[in-house]
């Protein structure tokens, strides 16, 4: 079964602070991993892909295929880094489902 | 915003009465989605579409139903709210080329009392 697994539920951190989100993930096959964040009183939209392997906003994710885990990374955090993050799968299911974790609030105090 | 558009925003109503929520895009989309979000549960998929008449459920499809009539238009029914369904619905659409990207709406706040 497809599964994805966000052990924090909130994360406290003060600004310039590193910050590591956890993503863990159960899937068979090659899977697709996808960060989303989620600003206060804003729609969910993409932060990053793992298969663009690129840095948005200073945020970084290494897809590991040993341990199965996608954390999302970034050396210094700043307060308009606070927002729900979510970790989300996609397999090769019909329909481009994503499966989502359970979300982790990142807090960024000054 | 991938031009997707949901209504209504808000929305108070008894258990027991039915309820619709509508998400409309205008960029002619195969693939529309409907997402809950719950705390302490993300974001869970309800239904998907992957063009008209063609629906799927999703893992909590239970108490909701979907419908799909022309493309622009993917429906949210609720027959008969319960508290449980208490929850900020998303709708969805997945981007085109192959990125996987899905695009949001700005959510349906629900409360059944």
């Known amino acids: 079964a497809q599964r994805v697994t966000q052990p924090e539920k909130l994360l406290s951190v003060f600004k310039g602070a590193p910050v590591e989100l956890k993503c863990n993930y159960s899937?068979?096959?090659?899977?697709?991993l996808f960060w989303y964040v989620q600003y206060s009183r804003q729609r969910l939209q993409l932060l990053l892909r793992h298969i663009s392997r690129e840095s948005i906003k200073g945020f970084t994710a290494d897809l590991n295929k040993g341990e199965t885990s996608f954390h999302l990374k970034k050396p210094f955090a700043q307060e308009e880094d606070s927002a729900m993050y979510y970790c989300?799968?996609?397999?090769?299911?019909?329909?481009?489902?994503?499966?989502f974790g359970q979300g982790t609030e990142l807090s960024v105090k000054p | 915003d991938a031009g997707i558009t949901q209504s209504p925003r808000h929305k108070v109503t008894e258990t027991g009465t039915p309820v619709t929520l509508r998400c409309h895009q205008t960029e002619n989309h195969r693939y529309m989605y409907w997402y809950r979000q719950d705390p302490g549960h993300g974001l869970r998929l309800i239904h998907y579409s992957y063009g008209v008449k063609d629906t799927d459920k999703g893992e909590v499809s239970d108490g909701y139903s979907v419908s799909r009539s022309k493309t622009e238009d993917f429906l949210l029914t609720l027959e008969s709210a319960t508290s449980s369904q208490t929850s900020v619905y998303f709708c969805?659409?997945?981007?085109?080329?192959?990125?996987?990207?899905?695009?949001f709406g700005e959510g349906s706040r629900l409360t059944v009392l």
């Open positions: 899937y068979s096959g090659s899977p697709e």
């Open positions: 989300a799968l996609s397999g090769n299911n019909q329909g481009g489902k994503l499966i």
């Open positions: 969805a659409i997945r981007g085109r080329g192959n990125t996987g990207e899905l695009f």
